[in-house]
C-alpha cells in the first residue's frame, strides 16, 4: 500500500517513522514551505529515508494536485495539518484520505479542540482517526481513543504527554487496519457535533470576573499558547503554570494579588479561591519565571491584574 504523507513538524516526523518502522511504504512527503533556518522535522526525516519531499505554497495550488498525481497513492495520510487540504487532491488516492484529530469527534471540531476541552473544565478527551470528508472534521470515524484530562493538566502537558504519543500511535493503528481490510467507517452524530472558535489572540482576554474555577481553567487551556492575557499596571501580560487554591480564604476583588513568592509565584485572588502563577510573558521581559517576574517588577500584594 502506496502511502502519501501530509503534515509538518515534530508529530508529523514521527508517524513517518512509525509507519516506515511497521514497514509500510511512503511514497512521498508533504509538508509547509521552509521558512529559513532548520528544515521542518518531518521534511528531515524523509530526506533521511531518500523519500521525495513536495512543499507547495499551498495544498490547493495546482502543482500539489499534479504531485499527489504523480505519486499514484493507495492511501493519503494526514498528520498535523494546518493547511486545507481540497477535496480534488484528497480523491487522488485510491482509498481515500484519514486524520488525526486531538478529540473525540463529533465535540470540540476545529483548529483548538485541545484548548477548549481544557477551557471549558472537560476531565475527559480524546483524539479521532477519521476518514477526510469535504467537511471540517466531519468525516466518518475509523478509531478513537480516550485520556483523562488532570485537574492541574495545561493544554500543553495534556497534548505533549498524552495526546501526542497516542497519536501517533494511533495513526500507525488505523493504517494497519486500513491494509487488512478491516478499517471500520462509523458515521458521525453530527446532533452532538461542537465546534468552537480558534484559540488565539482574538478570544484570549483574561475575565477576572467570572467564577474561580473559570478563571483557572481558562489560564491553563490558553497554555502555552495563545496564552491568557491580562494587564498589570496599564501593560499587557501574559499568565502560565497556573494552580487553583481553593482552600485560600479571602475577601478580595478578584484580581487582587494576596502574596507574593521567589519561589511559588504570585496568588492572585478569584472568585471562591485562588489562582498562584508561575510563569509570565511580557513585552519587555520575554516569558519567565515567576522569580525574574517578581525581581524584574517587584508586585505588591494589593495590586491588581486587569486594572
Known amino acids: 500500500m502506496r502511502i502519501a504523507l501530509i503534515g509538518q513538524a515534530a508529530f508529523g516526523a514521527d508517524v513517518l517513522k512509525g509507519l516506515l518502522a511497521k514497514g509500510h511504504e511512503v511514497a512521498g512527503v508533504f509538508c509547509p514551505p521552509d521558512?529559513?533556518?532548520?528544515?521542518?522535522?518531518?521534511?528531515?526525516?524523509?530526506?533521511?529515508?531518500?523519500?521525495?519531499?513536495?512543499?507547495?505554497?499551498?495544498?490547493?495550488?495546482?502543482?500539489?494536485?499534479?504531485?499527489?498525481?504523480a505519486l499514484q497513492p493507495d492511501l493519503a495520510v494526514?498528520?498535523?495539518?494546518?493547511d486545507i487540504v481540497p477535496g480534488r487532491v484528497l480523491a487522488v488516492p485510491k482509498l481515500g484520505a484519514i486524520c488525526y484529530h486531538p478529540s473525540l469527534l463529533p465535540k470540540y471540531r476545529g483548529?483548538?479542540?485541545?484548548?477548549?476541552?481544557?477551557?471549558?473544565?472537560?476531565?475527559?478527551?480524546?483524539?479521532?482517526?477519521?476518514?477526510v470528508d469535504e467537511g471540517i472534521d466531519t468525516g466518518d470515524i475509523l478509531l478513537q481513543k480516550e485520556v483523562e484530562i488532570g485537574p492541574q493538566e495545561t493544554t500543553g502537558e495534556l497534548y505533549f504527554n498524552k495526546l501526542y504519543p497516542l497519536g501517533v500511535e494511533a495513526v500507525i493503528e488505523a493504517v494497519e487496519l486500513i491494509a487488512q481490510g478491516k478499517a471500520p467507517r462509523i458515521p458521525q452524530d453530527h446532533s452532538q457535533a461542537t465546534y468552537d472558535p480558534p484559540c488565539?489572540?482574538?478570544v484570549a482576554g483574561l475575565d477576572w470576573s467570572k467564577p474561580g474555577r473559570q478563571v483557572f481553567n481558562f489560564i491553563r487551556g490558553c497554555d502555552p499558547q495563545p496564552g491568557a492575557t491580562t494587564t498589570f499596571r496599564?501593560?499587557?501580560?501574559?499568565?502560565y503554570n497556573p494552580r487553583f487554591l481553593e482552600d485560600l480564604e479571602h475577601q478580595l476583588p478578584a484580581g487582587e494579588i494576596?502574596?507574593?513568592?521567589p519561589d511559588l509565584g504570585v496568588t492572585v485572588a478569584v472568585n471562591g479561591g485562588a489562582v498562584r502563577i508561575t510563569r509570565f510573558r511580557t513585552q519587555a521581559l520575554g516569558k519567565v519565571k515567576a522569580e525574574e517576574f517578581i525581581q524584574a517588577l517587584n508586585p505588591k500584594p494589593g495590586e491588581r491584574f486587569g486594572d
Open 78 to 82: 494526514l498528520a498535523f495539518v494546518t
Open 35 to 69: 521558512k529559513g533556518g532548520k528544515p521542518d522535522p518531518l521534511k528531515a526525516a524523509a530526506l533521511e529515508h531518500n523519500l521525495p519531499v513536495f512543499q507547495p505554497r499551498r495544498m490547493k495550488d495546482p502543482e500539489a494536485y499534479e504531485q499527489m498525481v
Open 234 to 239: 496599564g501593560e499587557k501580560v501574559k499568565l
Open 200 to 202: 488565539d489572540e482574538r
Open 111 to 131: 483548529a483548538s479542540a485541545i484548548n477548549w476541552a481544557v477551557i471549558n473544565g472537560e476531565t475527559k478527551t480524546g483524539l479521532t482517526i477519521f476518514w
Open 258 to 261: 494576596i502574596e507574593v513568592h
